[in-house]
């Protein structure tokens, strides 16, 4: 956006010069307030108002002009193509960001889909995949999934074991593509540990399961409130790059967990820098524990 209004105020500032119109003063002015204003915190409101601003007033100011004027074409021509969205200046850094993301998901999922077939080999479980802005997952495991199969506990043990290792995995992969990235990202890993069972359905319409139930929905909005959520008395994101944030309810799971976590420092995993941290309350949720380790990118992992 700064790219753009830069461009836009050396085209109306050339037109002013060649063409004496005050009208274009004004457009200079406010195309100046608007780059004073993006300049610091803006909102997604004044991203809408920019738009509409340069849509309504400065492109059919310009295109009269350009229809007109034939010796302003070229000028008023560079600000248009400076909009291009697929080889424009004003996109190239978000042209940057989104190849950038992308190549950092595609990565995330094609690992996760041959990841997951360890899982399943063991006992079977759903997997499902969301499109967010990152890549975000639910496994759900349990006797209803396979009926034909006896289930075990340790077979829930087996597969939280196998999600932190392969978090741990994931997120060396993302540090590791930091040169392929046209755009530096970091990435964070968080981790929902739910013990409770669960009432799922098969939803024929959609052909995916779907949670049933208050109680049972109550996870969900869990679920969704915890990716931003602050470490209680601070600013502080519990989510930080180069860290795995898991978090849980029951002190029983941290335990479970804490033995996970030491095991995988062992194996070269983790690093030894483990965190019990008490979560700030969110709006109906209240008592969340986290644990959080960082990922060892240095060492070379070890067979496990």
């Known amino acids: 956006m700064k790219n753009l209004l830069t461009i836009l105020i050396e085209t109306l500032q050339v037109l002013n010069e060649n063409i004496h119109l ?30 509409t601003f340069l849509h309504n007033e ?41 190849t950038s993301m992308q190549l950092i998901n595609t990565s995330i999922n094609q690992y996760l889909e041959q990841a997951q077939t360890e899982v399943q080999e063991s006992f079977p479980c759903y997997f499902e995949k969301f499109r967010t802005d990152g890549v975000e997952y639910d496994i759900y495991i349990g006797q209803s999934i396979a009926p034909q199969r006896v289930f075990d506990m340790l077979y829930l043990k087996n597969i939280r074991l196998w999600q932190l290792r392969s978090m ?48 049972n929905i109550r996870y969900e909005v869990v679920k969704k409130r915890i990716d931003k959520v602050l470490i209680a008395g601070t600013f502080e994101r519990l989510t930080q790059p180069g860290k ?4 849980y309810f ?45 990922v060892n990118y240095q060492l070379p992992l070890l067979n496990s």
């Open 22 to 51: 005050s009208l274009t003063g004004k457009l200079v002015s406010k195309c100046e307030e608007w780059l004073e204003r993006i300049s610091g915190y803006i909102t997604t409101n004044d991203e809408l108002m920019l738009d």
């Open 58 to 98: 400065i492109n059919p100011f310009l295109e009269h002009f350009r229809n007109n004027y034939p010796a302003e074409r070229e000028t008023i021509d560079r600000y248009f193509n400076a909009m291009n969205e697929e080889t424009g200046a004003s996109f190239e850094n978000r042209r940057k960001l989104e």
């Open 168 to 215: 741990a995995e994931i997120a060396r992969m993302t540090n590791d593509l930091g040169d392929q990235l046209s755009r530096p990202l970091q990435t964070t890993h968080l981790i929902f540990i739910h013990s409770n069972a669960i009432d799922i359905s098969f939803r024929n319409d959609e052909r995916r399961f779907d949670v049933e139930g208050a109680y």
């Open 244 to 247: 795995i944030a898991m978090v």
């Open 250 to 294: 029951n002190p029983t799971e941290a335990a479970e967990y804490d033995e996970y976590i030491r095991y995988l420092q062992g194996q070269g995993y983790l690093l030894d820098d483990l965190e019990y941290l008490e979560l700030e309350e969110l709006q109906g949720v209240t008592g969340l524990k986290a644990l959080r380790v960082g």
